[in-house]
């Protein structure tokens, strides 16, 4: 399946919009971010109408350029149509404030003749994912669209430069999608809209306004949308926009963030300047991806609809313990702080978390069995998924200095949850099998044992922070137990390197292990999360194993999840490509160069992966999970959270050793 990536992504944590690569929206989250996508990956587009000629943002003939406004979550989108002599500026932003997307348009006459210009802003919407039932019509006392089902509002409006009210130039409420309508973006196309004030079912909209340009001259539209659960919400938004003035949210929405990602923590002086502004947009996409009730969401690219029928659009623990992880190193506690609070909401009376949760606390749809090949119950869970929550959970008190108020996470959520982990372990110590963080096998792998590893050493910690001895000695205990089972049975003798995992056979006493040779990217875990330090021979021998099977070798470049990965390949058997290129395994290795420099030449080498992964993003600084390995387009989602989360820790941990070594000295 290929599909276009989702560019862009601005938000507040309750509405989410994300654009694909031509300016036109395409996802439309709210209230939650990740839940009720009301565009359902339908085009709302955005046309332009001059000298008796039409065109959309994607026509051929318009050459753009997409990326933020320096340091804030701000889409700027430049569109050049050079046949027609125009260029348009568009910025596009959710308000801080409120529940608003504003769109700035600045246009550019490149003629010497005065011009009319008649800009079109199109929105084709499906209330709570839905085309059904859906209904749109013209709000005299508004002079606006307005779009309602249920318990959700959006309202269409625009105005000129210096006209403090709205001033819709022209409308049109109509169908799509049935009776062989296409919609009323069509009825656009000709300069003109029609009119119809309502229409019902499956409905889009599209309003008009016209701009007077002088020679050489430039005039200023914009365009907003609110978004409520009722009218009267709507009415009251609609007054504030037009009392404030759109433009004024623009501007205070691109101050708010400026001075947000101020905020982090770190020196960003060294660095390169693709890496400062790979870190900063990175901050800003997690942030777009995270509601305000504490759901980071791995991915809101709609596009996996037309393939899978299903999103990304769900909360994974494990992406999300990471994630929160690399915002509380940033020194974004309050952020992470929700996170947290959602997970102790949502964790079982079993100690365990689900596969993965929807953005309202509920839990998504997941392809995890509950019974093994033998018939038998099994737990459809990830246990990295759980275990990680613990790990980022202490790392979150230590760099927030908050252990003083631990003691309700203690007891609510670290106890049950490494009491699990406790339970859930087979005779040799080791974690009983369960799903692999790549979600395609059941068994005992590297990267979950290093988790469980990892949260049961928090659990120790925050059980000695609070005077619980029994239980510090007890977690410890199984995690050196686990450290020592890690190094008998999951070193492949031959190689000195560690293996991907183990596959079970029989239980109890007659529990026997098949190791699982493969090299796999997730491997890296095994020093990340402290089982072994980063140059013990045998993670050395690992790690440059990893580097040297898993690199793909095309122009492109990147490593590998394992060989062999199907996953949204299409290239066959080719012998230069294990598999696609992602992010965070890229970085991943990267990471492992920086833990080991001993001078600033080695950090060099290091820096030239990280430089991989902002050289290969868009232009626009969004990272996709993976790359085609011979065009380096996006493949699978776009943006993915964790492969931006993996960039901020990457490059915090680069920071890190360049200070160490006395590199900035």
């Not at 404030?97 to 802003?121: E, G, K, M, S, T």
């Amino acid at each position: 399946m290929i599909a276009m990536p989702r560019d862009l992504p601005v938000g507040n944590g309750n509405l989410l919009i994300n654009h694909d690569l031509h300016g036109h929206i395409r996802c439309i989250y709210f209230p939650y971010v990740g839940h009720e996508n009301h565009a359902l990956d339908h085009l709302s587009r955005f046309g332009v109408h001059v000298d008796g000629e039409f065109f959309w943002l994607d026509d051929d003939q318009v050459r753009t350029d997409a990326r933020y406004v320096k340091e804030a979550m701000v889409a700027q989108l430049t569109c050049t149509h050079e046949r027609l002599g125009i260029t348009l500026t568009i910025a596009d932003t959710v308000d801080q404030h409120d529940d608003v997307f504003i769109r700035r348009v600045v246009v550019l006459n490149h003629r010497d003749a005065p011009r009319q210009l008649r800009l079109f802003y199109h929105l084709d919407m499906n209330m709570y994912g839905s085309q059904i039932a859906n209904t749109i019509f013209y709000h005299p006392a508004l002079h606006s669209l307005v779009f309602y089902k249920g318990h959700r509002y959006v309202s269409m409006s625009c105005q000129a430069s210096g006209n403090a009210g709205s001033a819709l130039d022209g409308y049109a409420c109509g169908q799509k999608g049935i009776h062989g309508l296409e919609g009323t973006w069509r009825d656009a196309e000709d300069g003109w809209l029609e009119g119809h004030p309502i229409s019902q079912g499956s409905v889009d909209g599209t309003i008009q306004l016209n701009l007077d340009l002088t020679p050489h001259g430039e005039n200023v539209g914009f365009f907003w949308s609110c978004f409520a659960k009722s009218l009267e919400q709507i009415e009251t938004m609609e007054a504030g926009v037009r009392t404030t003035g759109p433009g004024t949210l623009v501007e205070r929405t691109e101050l708010y963030w400026q001075r947000w990602l101020a905020r982090d923590k770190h020196d960003l002086s060294g660095l390169p300047d693709a890496l400062k502004e790979a870190y900063q947009y990175s901050l800003l996409i997690v942030r777009s991806n995270t509601d305000n009730r504490g759901a980071i969401i791995a991915a809101n690219d709609s596009s996996m609809l037309k393939g899978a029928q299903d999103t990304y659009s769900y909360m994974w623990p494990r992406d999300g313990a990471l994630i929160a992880d690399s915002l509380d190193r940033a020194g974004y506690h309050d952020i992470s702080r929700r996170f947290f609070n959602f997970c102790k909401d949502a964790l079982t009376a079993g100690g365990y978390l689900m596969h993965k949760y929807n953005p309202d606390g509920s839990v998504g749809a997941s392809w995890l069995p509950w019974i093994d090949e033998e018939g038998s119950a099994q737990l459809p869970i990830q246990e990295d998924e759980t275990a990680l929550v613990v790990y980022a959970l202490w790392n979150h008190h230590e760099l927030a200095d908050s252990l003083n108020g631990s003691l309700d996470d203690y007891e609510k959520f670290v106890i049950p949850a490494a009491d699990f982990m406790l339970k859930f372990r087979d005779v040799n110590g080791l974690p009983l099998p369960s799903c692999d963080l790549w979600e395609e096998r059941i068994g005992v792998f590297a990267f979950s044992v290093a988790a469980v590893y990892a949260g049961l050493a928090a659990a120790a910690r925050f059980a000695e922070f609070h005077g619980d001895g029994a239980r510090q000695k007890a977690y410890a205990d199984a995690a050196e137990t686990m450290r020592d089972a890690v190094a008998t049975h999951m070193l492949e003798p031959s190689s000195g390197r560690f293996v991907r995992g183990l596959i079970a056979h029989g239980k109890g006493d007659a529990l026997t292990y098949e190791q699982d040779l493969a090299l796999d990217s997730s491997l890296y875990a095994l020093w990340d999360l402290d089982v072994f330090p980063a140059k013990d021979p045998r993670i050395v021998a690992t790690m440059r194993a990893i580097q040297e099977e898993l690199q793909v070798r095309t122009a492109v470049g990147g490593l590998a999840r394992y060989k062999g990965d199907q996953y949204f390949r299409e290239v066959g058997d080719d012998p230069n490509v294990p598999g696609n290129p992602w992010f965070i395994c890229t970085l991943w290795y990267g990471e492992w160069l920086i833990e080991c420099a001993e001078s600033a030449a080695d950090l060099e080498e290091a820096q030239g992966w990280l430089l991989w992964a902002s050289q290969h993003a868009l232009a626009s600084g969004v990272m996709a999970e993976q790359l085609h390995p011979y065009t380096g387009e996006p493949r699978s989602v776009s943006p993915l959270t964790w492969s931006h989360a993996t960039m901020i820790k990457v490059v915090q941990e680069y920071l890190g050793a360049r200070k160490r070594l006395g590199v900035d000295a």
